[in-house]
């Protein structure tokens, strides 16, 4: 009988201490957020009001808004067009092309996958980023052959 009370007993201690190690826990990750500030850059406004931003970064993530290519020309000279802009935005942030950790490829047209991941290939460094690719119903917004966005880290 003793034996079974002192187990009952170390039981509620030990469940204690988790109870309490588990809160202190909880505790430090909801506070965790509210220390890291938004910073949204290249805003675009309509009507006054803003639409979107070409970048937004929180701690150590960018997120690189869609980049397209509004000019007359074929997959691989948007696509390149596309990826240099992605670099460009990526670069004021602080980034590179070698941290981008995520990319998603929309393009008008899926018979142009051979031909965009020709100029694609190679241009995110010896460690590419995942990416998923689709193709758009309806086309890309602006008549442009492929739109791409990216996650990068700092």
Same mark, same amino acid.
């Given at each position: 009988?003793?034996?079974?009370?002192?187990?009952?007993?170390?039981?509620?201690?030990?469940?204690?201490? +988790?109870? %309490?190690? /588990?809160?202190?826990?909880?505790?430090s990750v909801n506070a965790a957020p509210a220390t890291l500030e938004k910073k949204a850059n290249n805003i675009t406004t309509f009507?006054?009001?803003p639409l979107f931003s070409g970048?937004?970064?929180?701690g150590n993530l960018v997120f690189i808004a869609g980049?397209? +290519?509004? %000019?007359? /020309?074929?997959?691989?000279?948007?696509t390149d067009h596309v990826l240099k802009e992605l670099e460009k935005?990526?670069?004021k942030a602080g980034s590179s092309m070698e941290k981008v950790l995520k990319v998603s490829v929309f393009l008008a047209d899926l018979n142009d996958y051979k031909a965009m991941n020709e100029v694609y290939k190679g241009r995110f460094g010896a460690k590419p980023p995942v990416r998923t690719t689709v193709a758009t119903y309806g086309g890309v917004p602006g008549d442009s052959?492929?739109?791409?966005?990216?996650?990068?880290?700092v």
């Open positions: 009988m003793e034996k079974l009370e002192r187990r009952s007993t170390l039981k509620k201690l030990f469940a204690g201490i +988790a109870g %309490f190690a /588990g809160f202190g826990a909880v505790s009507q006054d009001m970048s937004t970064q929180m980049k397209g +290519a509004h %000019f007359e /020309g074929d997959i691989k000279s948007h935005e990526l670069i052959l492929v739109e791409i966005d990216c996650i990068a880290y």
